[in-house]
């Protein structure tokens, strides 16, 4: 039987899958492009290989599980189309919209999939250095996803110049209204660990929406915003302290400023435009067989 933490981190997953679904926005800041004499210097830091050691790819039982997680030895999207592998490869941040994947036939977002990618062991330690959630930027993933998704759906594909409604996380016109994090606290066994360090209790009840954080920085707390809503989200407010807090949930939107109160810890969520990129796919097939 599973543990209720672990019940609650797929209860989570659901949540971000449904939630990137739902949004039907991608979002990111502009990625770097390597020049050729960039890239064996980062050959050290993302191991020794640049491709996965094993990849599983194959349609998902009817009733299966959806999630996309980074795990010690590799990556799983479970019950999910391929245009979320395609988001976690190009981008930092994981969204849906036909907005920015340009010319991917529809199987590519309703068919879904379960696609597994394991790294070889001398990679291990190298890909549990560069994992820091789905939420952070991670170049090992990323090289690995395109290779895997080059080979097996054969996948062309080229990027243009694109911009995207982001957002900067200031403090409000009073203030901040938050509990500095002490560092001998209880911190509940239901708490997820999140960027920086931080604590989350995900909202466990429709009757409670409320995200509960525990030792948590600003910058951590724009970083998950920007996770689940799929939008990019930066801190602006100038406080480098960690805190005890709460945000709650006022409305489902795809607009975090809308959906979230983060104006009852005295801070204000504003939007501004981001400079990012959009991908044209030239062509994809569906995935070869394992």
Sequence with gaps: MLSFRTLVE?????????????CGLWASRAQTVLAPRDVASLDESLGKTRAFDVVSIR???????????????????????LTVVISSAYWSITYSSRDFLIGAPDWVWHDKYDFVGKVAPEDVVAWQNANKGLAEPNEMLKE???????????LVLHRV?????????????????????????????????????????????PDNPVLTFFHTSMASLAKEISHVWG??????????????????????????SVALDVGSIGLMLKPVKVP???????????????
Excluded at 59 to 78: C, F, K, T
Excluded at 231 to 256: H, I
């Design 231 to 256: 939008r990019p989200v930066s801190d602006e407010t100038g406080l480098t302290g960690k805190y005890d807090f709460m945000v709650p949930k006022v409305v489902n939107d795809p607009d975090p």
């Design 59 to 81: 349609p998902s039982p009817v009733h299966g599980v959806s999630m996309a997680r980074i795990e010690a030895d590799g990556y799983q999207s479970l019950g999910m189309p």
């Design 144 to 154: 690995r996803l395109q290779a895997a998704l080059a080979e097996r759906c054969k």
């Design 10 to 22: 797929n209860w989570l997953r659901l949540c971000v899958a449904a939630a990137m679904m739902a």
């Design 161 to 205: 110049p694109a911009e995207t409604t982001g957002f900067v996380l200031v403090l409000g016109k009073h203030g901040a209204k938050l509990k500095e994090a002490q560092p001998d606290e209880v911190i509940p066994s239901t708490a997820l660990h999140i960027s920086d360090d931080g604590m989350m209790i995900p909202i466990m009840s």
């Design 276 to 290: 990012t990129f959009a991908i044209v796919v030239d062509h994809i097939e569906r995935p070869s067989e394992n």
